[in-house]
């Protein structure tokens, strides 16, 4: 197999992978019931969220419009928001557990500041994580007015 389908395949796995173990996580009653930590519950949220971002958006950077950052960013973000809809759906019919919007927010919130760093990370240090500076990324352009 040629080393460019090895690493779309390898990065379309990690999102699987990950994927299905926040499935598996969520299909178990909650382990962290009290640590004695306020919303600790929604940090876990937002930071799984945060990777499950940055994941989708190393993934989708493999495809076509790969050089249009802002799409990159809408469909990872969009694409966690969704994963983390159907993640509370599911939650509902599991006996132990319940959805909750304020996980769905934190999720949300998770999966924005995730890209966003991503994408930062990448405008300071140029080709971190094998993307270039040649994309147009979003962050850097916020202050000239030029967005992909």
């Given at each position: 197999m040629e080393k460019k389908y090895k690493n779309i395949l390898f990065r379309?796995?990690?999102?699987?992978i990950y994927c299905f173990l926040i499935y598996i996580q969520s299909s178990h009653s909650s382990a962290i019931s009290d640590p004695g930590i306020?919303?600790?519950d929604k940090l876990l949220h937002f930071l799984a969220y945060a990777l499950l971002g940055v994941?989708?958006?190393?993934a989708f950077s493999t495809m076509r419009f790969k050089d249009r950052i802002n799409l990159l960013m809408?469909?990872?973000?969009?694409?966690?928001?969704?994963?983390?809809?159907s993640d509370e759906i599911h939650q509902h019919?599991?006996?132990s557990r319940s959805a909750d919007i304020m996980d769905v927010l934190a999720d949300t919130?998770?999966?924005?500041c995730g890209v966003f760093f991503y994408e930062l990370l990448m405008v300071k240090y140029g080709n971190f994580m094998n993307f270039g500076k040649q994309s147009g990324h979003l962050v850097g352009h916020l202050g000239s007015g030029r967005v992909n």
């Open positions: 379309w796995a990690l999102v699987f306020p919303h600790i994941l989708f958006f190393r809408i469909l990872s973000i969009l694409s966690s928001i969704c994963y983390g809809i019919y599991v006996s919130f998770g999966s924005i």
